[in-house]
């Protein structure tokens, strides 16, 4: 077997090009916690190699702040005297700096747990008189201290702070800030020493991170979705695709050298449009996901075309394009990928590991029946999952890695190692239009909320060209300031806070960035912006997919869907829109519903229809916390309730059944509450006793639990 890994390095552009500001301090802060760790650790098995997807964004923005001394707001708020900060600074602090995951990124630091948890019990203005300056101090420290990768806290610099752990003094804290600098100054050398060494290879993405199909014609989206409502100004600029990849391409070998590069299309999205752009500027290989190979089989049949080869594997090296100068083309195994990303971090290291090495051998074994040696690619965000991982990963990463070094049967390459002539590959004769999540486009465009945005991007775009071709057409200087601002705008971050799909405490800061960078387009050309401009575009100020009871509920506990209304006014939890920074496409499950009448309260947990629920080891967990913060285990044949402790539960158990569904009774006195009249839960899904998934990633859904008796539901 030929395994390949590629992590995939990524951040949205956070600066503000007209004032200098950087809105979002993630760059610095996964700087120091991801793009150099990952690298270190892989010197520890030398005969594993890998590759790192760099997107050039991302590395320009470590540019600023190493050799520019950038600065982001919360660097410049940690970097203010605590003696110093005024009310709005105070508030700002509060408001942003708890912005890390608690179980694995604050529970585990005493003093920011405390701060966390003073925080929690009052109200952003009662903090300001409790919060002394020191306590300031402490947290401008710990909020960075944190992300700070626990390879790099043994410096002599900054080891005795870890250890001092409170009363920090200035000095303390502009010593960890510096030292933050100083890390990110070695991340791009370090890649490219061991691009030298031919330790890695280095893959990149169009510049700003655009989603390259709908850049060359969005009416490509309604390939796979022939419904879809597209934004009502078409935009059609394969002109802009060609730029953004040029522009990528000089970027890459600038840095490592003239060569061919690979690409990570923005999120896995490909067509066969854009494929004469890749190969007119020499892209050596590019990779999506499985479900993409799927549909261009099924293409090539409706169009009378032939694969050469047999079966319908996808671990395979194959190439598209114009087969006098292929294109390299790599499909992801999601099941694999979101394994890491999503499951692992909740398993031991060691066991963890195991499994994915145990998954890997199967295939060995599956594609060895056949006489082949599968080609196996493993995708994934190299830095978003291992926050949630103990260790940021590291004893996950090392259990896997000694795993792999040992295995003869498995070996570790790069896409270009699988395309020099010695490993088959075979041609695609067609390419169906998607990107990694669902094979469609659906999370870019299609939403009201990601069209209006493509029209005022369209607009500004229009109005740039227009008076670039006039008489009065623009300086040099501010022609490339503007286009420059209409690239970052065709980024396709800002489509993923758009919309349905994903959740973040920030998405005020992105729609609101969006939109400046559009804004400082028409004011470098002397114009008034449109009024859509000066107002969000996103309107959805809650938790998508989460919607609240509207009346008591009766069901019968029995696994079944007796009647249409017996969960009729139920809470529900729409799982497919309940998203984070990352998205997975595997989901157990994709519902809950919640409510309560005046002697329980009850869930209700449905299963995607193609994914199996059952099956020896399979269980659903309910997580509860109000004073009483206690599992309840529901499996075939049996339901346990144990507290965090692991002590079992005495007296009245919940109600349960596991038929078609998954339906739950809680009696509520069971439960007990302080002056916060609200239970928290949260679902997970478990084989073989690891939690496979958790509805939410983190943290916990809020349900208002009114005393009995007391409870209303105002009908209109």
């Not at 912005?99 to 529970?107: D, L, Q, R, V, Y």
């Not at 499994?355 to 199967?362: F, I």
Request: hydrophobic content about 40%.
């Amino acid at each position: 077997m030929k395994l390949v890994f590629i992590w995939h390095m990524h951040q949205p552009y956070y600066k503000d090009l007209k004032t200098g500001e950087i809105l979002m301090p993630w760059v610095r802060l996964h700087g120091v916690k991801d793009y150099l760790d990952m690298l270190l650790i892989l010197d520890e098995f030398p005969h594993l190699r890998q590759t790192f997807n760099l997107v050039p964004s991302l590395l320009d923005q470590i540019v600023d702040y190493t050799a520019n001394r950038a600065e982001d707001s919360h660097l410049r708020l940690s970097r203010k005297n605590a003696d110093n900060l005024d009310d709005d600074d105070k508030l700002e602090i509060l408001d942003t700096f708890f912005s890390a995951h608690e179980p694995t990124m604050i529970k585990p630091y005493p003093r920011y747990l405390e701060l966390l948890q003073r925080a929690r019990r009052s109200s952003p203005r009662q903090r300001l008189n409790s919060f002394s300056a020191q306590d300031f101090r402490d947290l401008q420290f710990w909020s960075n201290a944190v992300w700070i990768d626990p390879m790099f806290r043994s410096d002599a610099r900054v080891k005795p702070l870890y250890a001092k752990g409170r009363n920090f003094d200035e000095a303390a804290k502009q010593t960890l800030l510096d030292y933050q600098i100083e890390l990110m100054t070695r991340i791009i050398p370090e890649h490219q020493k061991r691009v030298a060494a031919g330790k890695i290879e280095v893959s990149f993405t169009p510049y700003y991170h655009p989603i390259l199909p709908l850049l060359v014609d969005h009416e490509i989206a309604r390939t796979a979705l022939p419904q879809i409502e597209l934004p009502k100004r078409r935009f059609a600029h394969p002109e802009d695709a060609d730029e953004q990849i040029r522009r990528s391409v000089a970027l890459y070998r600038s840095y490592f050298g003239d060569d061919r590069p690979g690409m990570w299309p923005s999120e896995g999205s490909v067509s066969e449009s854009i494929l004469p752009l890749l190969q007119q500027h020499g892209i050596r290989w590019i990779a999506t996901d499985e479900e993409i190979y799927q549909g261009s089989v099924r293409l090539a049949s409706e169009r009378g075309l032939k694969l050469d080869v047999a079966g319908n594997g996808f671990h395979r090296a194959f190439s598209v394009g114009d087969p006098a100068q292929p294109i390299g083309i790599f499909f992801r195994d999601h099941k694999l990928s979101d394994k890491i990303g999503f499951v692992y971090s909740g398993w031991d290291a060691d066991k963890a590991a195991e499994d994915l090495v145990t998954n890997l051998r199967e295939l060995d074994k599956l594609y060895a029946a056949g006489g082949e040696e599968p080609v196996v690619s493993i995708i994934l965000d190299g830095e978003n999952a291992w926050e949630y991982y103990p260790n940021d990963g590291h004893d996950f990463l090392r259990a896997l890695y000694s795993r792999l070094e040992q295995e003869k049967t498995i070996t570790t390459v790069t896409p270009r190692d699988l395309l020099t002539g010695q490993q088959p590959v075979h041609h695609l004769p067609s390419l169906f239009p998607g990107s990694w999540i669902n094979h469609n486009f659906r999370v870019w465009i299609g939403h009201a909320e990601d069209n209006a945005a493509w029209d005022l991007l369209t607009l500004t775009r229009d109005k740039l060209a227009e008076i670039e071709n006039s008489p009065q057409s623009p300086a040099p200087e501010v022609r490339e300031f503007c286009w420059q601002e209409i690239y970052i705008a065709e980024g396709s971050d800002w489509c993923w806070w758009y919309g349905d799909e994903h959740h973040t405490d920030h998405f005020r800061t992105f729609d609101a960035l969006f939109r400046k960078h559009l804004q400082n387009v028409w004011e470098a050309l002397g114009l008034e912006p449109p009024p859509g401009l000066l107002r969000p575009i996103r309107k959805l100020p809650r938790l998508p997919g989460i919607f609240e009871p509207t009346d008591f509920l009766h069901p019968s506990i029995d696994g079944r869907q007796t009647s249409f209304f017996e969960w009729f006014g139920a809470g529900r939890i729409d799982c497919n829109k309940l998203g984070g920074a990352m998205h997975r496409a595997d989901n157990r499950i994709y519902q809950v519903l919640y409510g309560y009448d005046d002697r329980y309260v009850y869930f209700r947990i449905d299963f995607e229809k193609d994914r199996p629920a059952n099956g020896d080891g399979v269980a659903v967990q309910i997580e509860i916390a109000c004073l009483l913060k206690a599992v309840i285990t529901i499996g075939k044949t049996e339901t346990r309730m144990r507290m965090l402790d692991g002590s079992e539960m005495a007296g009245t158990l919940p109600q349960a059944r596991w038929q078609q569904i998954v339906e739950v009774a809680l009696p509520r006195e069971l439960l007990k509450f302080d002056d916060d009249k609200h239970l928290y839960f949260a679902v997970a899904y478990l084989e073989s006793e690891k939690i496979v998934e958790r509805w939410p990633e983190a943290n916990y859904i809020a349900m208002e639990l009114p005393d009995p008796g007391q409870s209303q539901f105002w009908q209109v």
